[in-house]
Structures are given as C-alpha cells and as structure tokens.
C-alpha cells in the first residue's frame, strides 16, 4: 500500500504557540485531507484539498496542497487546550477509492 | 441524527474464537470501510465496499471478511482471531464522490 509520512510525530506546544506539520508520498495524491482524533473518538475531517497549490483555512487552521501533489501542510495558529489530539493527514489516488493514512501527529498543549 | 455506531465498543477473545464487529450508518452512504488503528502506523484499510454485495480488499485484509448485504450494515468478521488482530477499529461511510469520510467511535480489540 501507500506509505504517508507525516511529521513531527508529538508535539509538546505552549498555549498560543503556531503549530506546523507536514504530511509526504512518493505517490502523486489527487486529493489531500486532514483528520483530527479526540482521545476515544473517531477521526474528524477539519480540511480538504483538491488541487495543486491549493491553500485551505478552517478558523485557525490552514493546509495547503502542495505543488508537486507528493505533499501537504498543516498550520494552527494561536493553539488552544482543545486543540489537543491526534491529526492525520490522508490521501486519495486518482484511481481508486481508497484512502491512505499518515502516522499521525500526536499534539499536547501545555497550558 | 446522523451518525456510524459499532459495537461491541471493547471486546477480549481468545485465539481462534470467532467474532463479529458490527457497523451501522443511517445516513444512506454508498460507501463502507473498515480500519485498523495501531501506534506508529497511522489508519489502514481492511476492506471496503461500494455499495450493496460489492466489496473490495485494503492494504490489510488478511484474517478478515466483510459482508454487505444491505445499504446500512458492514459486519466486520475475523473467523479465527490470532493476538496479532489486537488494534483498534474503525468503520466509516461515505457518500460516492465525496471525500468527507465518518468515523464510528471505534472497538477495541485485545486477542489473548
């Protein structure tokens, strides 16, 4: 199957710091998205991309498809207690119907 | 209100006994997956289905079946469990040509 790497893999932050991570393939992606998972809860779609370059906010959240479509980025801004978590990058083949998983990104927010 | 159940939530079997992951959406998505979650590896795909009798395999379906004989249900079925099945997972739907995946609450499993 398709291998995402996704860094960092934790993260201790200060409330209101920024927080990037990153999300690589060696696979062309048609579609990049970013989950959140809430301890004991499913993943939760925050952002989707569809095309190359793409630069997509939700509230304080902004993720990018990257150029070259093997790529994608994750920015929170101003962290806050809640926004602890794991975040997952996953991405959609232009064939196929399956969705592939980064590692995931584990966040703590120091308050 | 809209929403993927699984059941049982948590669940601990020995090798060999055969179980059943149950997963319902009452939302009418055409699309079905089950996950495997496991520290360091990220989500995996099992299996998923596309709509009623129409299944397919994941990046990992080796040691389970699927089933969907009607729209709402997508049984996860591990015939004779091994301790390397211990995981969390996952069932999600969807509808057909959309990205937004969602995500029941998750079984965790533990095979001694």
């Known amino acids: 199957g398709q291998q995402l790497n996704q860094s960092p893999q934790s993260m201790f932050i200060q409330e209101g710091e920024d927080v990037s991570m990153n999300c690589t393939s060696s696979?062309?992606?048609?579609?990049w998205l970013w989950y959140k998972q809430d301890p004991g809860e499913g993943p939760v779609l925050l952002i989707a991309?569809?095309?190359?370059?793409e630069l997509t906010s939700n509230g304080r959240l902004t993720a990018q498809f990257g150029i070259t479509r093997k790529d994608s980025f994750l920015n929170i801004s101003a962290s806050i207690p809640s926004d602890v978590g794991i975040y997952f990058c996953?991405?959609?083949?232009?064939?196929?119907?399956?969705?592939?998983f980064g590692t995931g990104t584990s966040l703590t927010v120091i308050p | 209100e809209a929403q993927v159940t699984q059941n049982p939530r948590y669940l601990i079997t020995v090798t060999g006994k055969k179980l059943t992951v149950t997963c319902s959406q009452n939302?009418?998505?055409?699309?079905m997956s089950w996950y495997r979650q496991d520290p360091g590896l990220g989500l995996r795909q099992i299996y998923y289905?596309?709509?009623?009798?129409?299944?397919d395999k994941g990046d990992v379906p080796e040691g389970y079946k699927v089933s969907r004989k009607e729209k709402r249900n997508f049984p996860l079925i591990l015939e004779s469990p091994s301790p390397n099945q211990t995981s969390l997972y996952f069932c999600?739907?969807?509808?057909?040509?959309?990205?937004?995946?969602?995500f029941g609450p998750g079984t965790r499993l533990l095979v001694l």
């Open positions: 999600a739907s969807r509808r057909r040509h959309q990205e937004t995946q969602y």
């Open positions: 696979s062309i992606f048609n579609t």
């Open positions: 991309l569809y095309k190359a370059g």
């Open positions: 996953a991405g959609q083949l232009s064939t196929g119907n399956q969705f592939y």
């Open positions: 939302m009418n998505h055409e699309y």
């Open positions: 289905s596309m709509n009623v009798e129409v299944t």
